[in-house]
């Protein structure tokens, strides 16, 4: 089913505002905390090259994938992926609950700098760096560790009072109000929204990266950002795990977002263009981020070493006496933001004004990404059959979303609620991204118009060559990930006895792709005899849903334009405005390989040592979510109909779970079935009753 364009759909106003409203999603809090810490976590400037290369290797291709889809099929993910095939629905329920659950924690991050911002209007207690540290843990977010292990200054308390902080509590009702009224309209409101929130904060933080690169010491900060360079991290599978991790999350793909952002374009608009502004606009914001702390950063150690103890109190050890002023370097994820920035800004002359524009940047940055997930998550349910047969309005879908997501943030406000923001954002991000991603290339790559596979090369060749190909992929993993066993090494792991991990590696991948041959040949043999070797090859190994995407988007540039066709093909390759082909490699093969690769290395590494050295019980909720994420996606593989308009049901003849158990869920009303006959059968008693609902009382068989 591929429906055409809907008229009466919400669209943006005009091409320049979806632009805006897309980089305003990826571009967020992420690119200001998150990113700069990976940065130094990970070997300096060295960290750039994996965070390119998953750029352009995953986030890009996946990226037009989601603006592709949403665009042809004109609706959210799980309509968009249903489209494809109607077991795939669960892919986009999948990818709206990872934004939901992300939101859920993001909003309580904006709150926090509400907080900050509010208090910018008083006295500043962040003028160094134990008031500062001090006056975020104990004050706004009132915080207590879950295991004891925190070594940060002026957190001892260990273990929830079942307290929290009514600061954040009040501060996370005014960001979700704000949410609200942004998205409240759909499109329509979000569109103006962006107009401002989205150049606001770049034109500022440009601004504050320029007064940060003035202050004395900032060479120093900028050259651990980019002049230290560690290649030994790059044959650490953690690094290319985190990039692709950050990739996704800053990017909001795997989310529904660019999917939902994208169905509300005409049809006819090429989004190749698009693709490109959005992930390297996303890039260079995430770029320009890291100027602007790490020069704050050298700042923060000149001063250090230079004796400031507004500085050194910060970072002293208490039982010893030591410090080290490079330490500062080190700094984790919340404490560059919400601890060193804020100090920072308190030693610029008007402290006041410059500390109430960083937390406001911070605000209006996390708003854009914040309602964008919240679009997402409400598109979806709009856009869903059950929601057409029951007729819900976008009003009271986005209310119910906004409400529900605020009650579930408030969890996080507790006083260890950070550990617990912690460890959801490691799980959605380290393993619902990435598992999100993988079935998104599978969707496309393998089943999507597999039906045309089918009928060119024949049923058996083509599901011997899927299966034969899914088997070698899963041999290889095994191999890779189940013969090495890891030591304990200073508290990380290392992989010091034989086998080495690389050598395994090498074996692993000639044990797959020996296998895999051996499918193509046994596939190649079996195809319909009728095809030359090329045809074989074509359909066998091909892309043809890849194909179908690219070319309603190519034929907006070329009108004529057919996949196999050399000046085609060659238009493609060189055209700012087309997909190449080599982007259908990129989601049939590699993408979904290295992901799976990524998605394996940290369940091992996980398996071995537990992560934040949490303890099992406490992971466990993380754990919950995702395998919950997975449970959804099976839910309409087993139960398509349930999630059909009311005549596609009826003509379904496809397995279904409740008819196999006897059940006909056409004649639920509790999912809507039915009742788009009974408001049709309403609409025409009133016709003929001249519009009295007492007349047409009468007339009602009940």
């Known amino acids: ?34 990113f700069p810490y990976l940065v130094a976590s990970y070997g300096g400037g060295t960290f750039l090259i994996p965070y390119s290369i998953c750029l352009v290797a995953f986030g890009m291709p996946i990226l037009l994938l989601e603006l592709a889809s949403g665009q042809k099929f004109q609706g959210g993910d799980v309509e968009a992926f249903g489209a494809m095939n109607p077991r795939l629905r669960g892919i986009g329920l999948m990818s709206v609950f990872n934004a939901f659950t992300i939101i859920t924690y993001y909003s309580v991050i904006i709150a926090w700098s509400f907080c900050f911002a509010m208090q910018s209007f008083g006295k500043l207690p962040w003028r160094d760096i134990a008031s500062a540290d001090s006056y975020f843990y104990n004050e706004v977010i009132q915080f207590r560790a879950l ?34 009224l942004c998205v409240y309209k759909g499109v329509r409101s979000a569109g103006e929204v962006v107009k401002f929130t989205m150049p606001f904060p770049i034109i500022i933080l440009f601004i504050i990266m320029i007064a940060a690169c003035t202050l004395d010491g900032a060479g120093d900060g900028l050259d651990q950002y980019l002049g230290n360079w560690d290649m030994a991290v790059l044959g650490e599978t953690d690094i290319w795990s985190a990039a692709t991790g950050q990739v996704f999350f800053t990017l909001g793909v795997t989310m529904g977002i660019m999917t939902a952002y994208s169905s509300f374009n005409p049809a006819n608009q090429n989004i190749v263009v698009d693709e490109k502004f959005i992930s390297l606009g996303d890039y260079a914001i995430a770029f320009m981020a890291g100027f602007t702390i790490y020069a704050a950063l050298g700042n923060a150690n000149k001063e250090c070493k230079d004796g400031n103890q ?52 911070l605000f209006t940055l996390g708003i854009d990404s914040a309602f964008s997930m919240i679009e997402a998550v409400t598109t979806v349910i709009g856009d869903t059959q059950m929601a057409h047969r029951m007729g819900w309005r976008k009003e009271v879908i986005t209310a119910n979303c906004c409400g529900a997501a605020f009650l579930l943030a408030a969890l ?93 590696a090498l074996v692993a991948s000639f044990v797959g792709i020996a296998i895999w041959l051996v499918g193509i040949v046994a596939s190649i043999l079996m195809a319909n005899p009728a095809l030359s070797m090329f045809e074989k090859v074509r359909y066998i190994l091909g892309w043809e849903g890849c194909d179908e995407l690219r070319k309603i988007v190519n034929q907006h540039a070329y009108p004529e334009w057919q996949s196999y066709g050399s000046t085609d093909e060659w238009n493609a390759l060189t055209s700012s405005k087309t997909i190449p082909m080599y982007w259908c490699f990129f989601i049939k093969y590699l993408a979904p390989i290295c992901l799976s690769v990524m998605f394996c290395d940290v369940m091992r590494n996980n398996y071995f040592k537990n992560y934040g050295n949490y303890s099992d019980e406490q992971l466990k909720v993380g754990c919950t979510i995702f395998w919950f994420s997975v449970v959804l996606t099976i839910i309409p593989a087993l139960t398509p109909i349930m999630f059909m308009s009311a005549k596609e049901a009826q003509e379904y003849s496809g397995w279904d779970l409740t008819r196999a158990l006897g059940f006909e869920p056409t004649t639920w009303t509790w999912l809507g079935f039915g009742l788009e006959d009974e408001k049709q059968m309403e609409e025409a008693m009133l016709q003929e009753t001249g519009g009295s609902t007492a007349e047409m009382a009468e007339i009602s068989p009940e």
């Open 1 to 34: 089913m591929e429906p055409e364009e809907e008229v009466n759909r919400d669209r943006w106003s005009s091409r320049t505002v979806f632009i805006l409203a897309s980089i305003g999603s990826a571009v967020g809090l992420g690119n200001v905390w998150r």
């Open 147 to 180: 295991n004891g292990d925190e070594d940060t200054v002026s957190r001892t308390d260990v273990g929830t009072d079942w307290d929290g902080s009514w600061r954040a509590l009040m501060a996370l009702q005014v960001t979700w109000i704000a949410i609200y």
């Open 412 to 504: 996080f406000t507790f006083d260890t609620g950070l550990n617990w923001l912690d460890i959801v954002d490691f799980y959605v991000n380290s393993y619902g991204l990435l598992f999100t991603g993988i079935l998104e290339c599978y969707a496309v790559g393998w089943v999507y118009k597999i039906e045309v596979q089918i009928e060119k090369a024949g049923g058996t060749a083509i599901a011997v060559y899927n299966i034969i190909s899914l088997v070698a992929l899963g041999v290889g993993l095994c191999v890779a990930f189940m013969w090495p066993k890891p030591n304990r090494v200073d508290g990380t792991l290392r992989y010091t006895d034989n086998p080495a991990p690389q050598s395994v």
């Open 310 to 361: 507004s500085i050194i109190v910060g970072i002293i050890d208490a039982e010893t006496g030591e410090y080290d002023c490079a330490d500062i370097y080190q700094t984790k994820s919340m404490g560059l933001a919400f601890v060193y920035m804020a100090y920072i800004t308190s030693t610029i002359p008007g402290e006041a004004f410059w500390s109430f524009i960083w937390f406001t940047t």
